[in-house]
């Protein structure tokens, strides 16, 4: 295993040796097509690096990620629980529903690549990668990590679902392909819950469905940051209910938790929801982790009298 610092200076001394240019002329390509100019010195890294990529851990790709200076929701605790989850469960084929820039794309791929096999599609909106600088693909490049298809959509991950089931309905009823799904996406009841009823078709028995954002509210995100529209959804035109509800938890407890499919359910820090697809014959469970940060507790305790005063001001 070489370390950085050696790395780099094999770096210098073989520009000085073989009288190397160290601009970006070179250039990466992946197996999908996309390509990155690279310099000659980041070139020499990658060969050097080969064989550590092909088994990645977790304290590696954190600091390959830690590299890129850009806002995401999770970070390295989150990942690790993400990462440590692929690791117990092995499945063998992945889903991600919304990627952003990439980052719990890589602790996923990541942990796929330690355990020696399966693989990662992630999907979202093709217009979204006009923000998301970097992306996903050049995460994806400069972690060495290759087991991951990357598709974008025009409107909605929910279209790609369409075409999935249309694929593995070779006798008119859908043959499901997934272990373990993320969603990830806008935070929508109308588009992230038709997506769990999709989703629900292509997992199978046992598999796992992971929603991101529970508490999340468009209300929130209008204060805070002064947004007009998310992912493409203008704000303007939702209702107040619609802004003040958490509609990931509104899908987790309608939906999810109501389905015959779905009998063990675990929420974790007011932050994710976790569903594994059982047989309907058991008995529904449901574990409340704030395990995570004391600011969970907080935030589960400021939401309980925000909706105390909501009734009583009602």
């Not at 889903?95 to 599609?121: M, Q, R, V, W």
Request: charged content about 25%; some cysteine; overall charge neutral.
């Amino acid at each position: 295993m070489i370390a950085p610092h050696v790395a780099a200076t094999v770096c210098r001394i073989a520009l000085i040796i073989f009288g190397l240019r160290d601009e970006p002329v070179y250039i990466l390509e992946r197996k999908d097509g996309w390509t990155l100019d690279i310099t000659m010195r980041e070139l020499i890294v990658r060969l050097l690096f080969t064989t550590r990529f092909k088994l990645m851990k977790f304290e590696e790709l954190s600091s390959h990620l830690n590299v890129f200076s850009f806002k995401t929701s999770i970070g390295s605790h989150l990942g690790k629980i993400l990462y440590d989850f692929v690791l117990d469960k092995k499945p063998s084929e992945c889903l991600e529903l919304g990627f952003g820039h990439g980052t719990s794309s890589c602790y996923i791929a990541a942990a796929l690549d330690e355990i020696g096999t399966g693989h990662l599609t992630s999907v979202d909106l093709a217009r979204a990668a006009e923000w998301q600088k970097p992306s996903i693909e050049e995460l994806l490049l400069k972690t060495g990590l290759e087991n991951v298809t990357v598709e974008r959509e025009n409107t909605s991950y929910t279209w790609f679902l369409k075409k999935k089931i249309e694929e593995n309905s070779p006798s008119k009823y859908c043959q499901p392909i997934y272990v373990f799904c993320f969603i990830d996406g806008p935070k929508n009841w109308t588009i992230d819950g038709c997506a769990f009823f999709l989703v629900d078709k292509l997992l199978k028995q046992d598999g796992w469905i992971l929603f991101d954002d529970y508490d999340f509210t468009y209300a929130e995100i209008r204060r805070r940051c002064g947004f007009d529209t998310m992912d493409f959804i203008n704000l303007l035109e939702l209702g107040t209910d619609e802004l003040e509800s958490p509609h990931i938890e509104l899908i987790f407890n309608l939906l999810v938790m109501q389905h015959p499919n779905y009998s063990k359910f675990i929420i974790q820090d007011e932050r994710w929801g976790w569903a594994q697809k059982t047989s309907s014959s058991l008995k529904k469970t449901l574990v409340i982790d704030t395990s995570f940060t004391f600011r969970a507790q907080l935030v589960r305790a400021f939401h309980r009298l925000k909706r105390f005063a909501a009734r009583r001001i009602g």
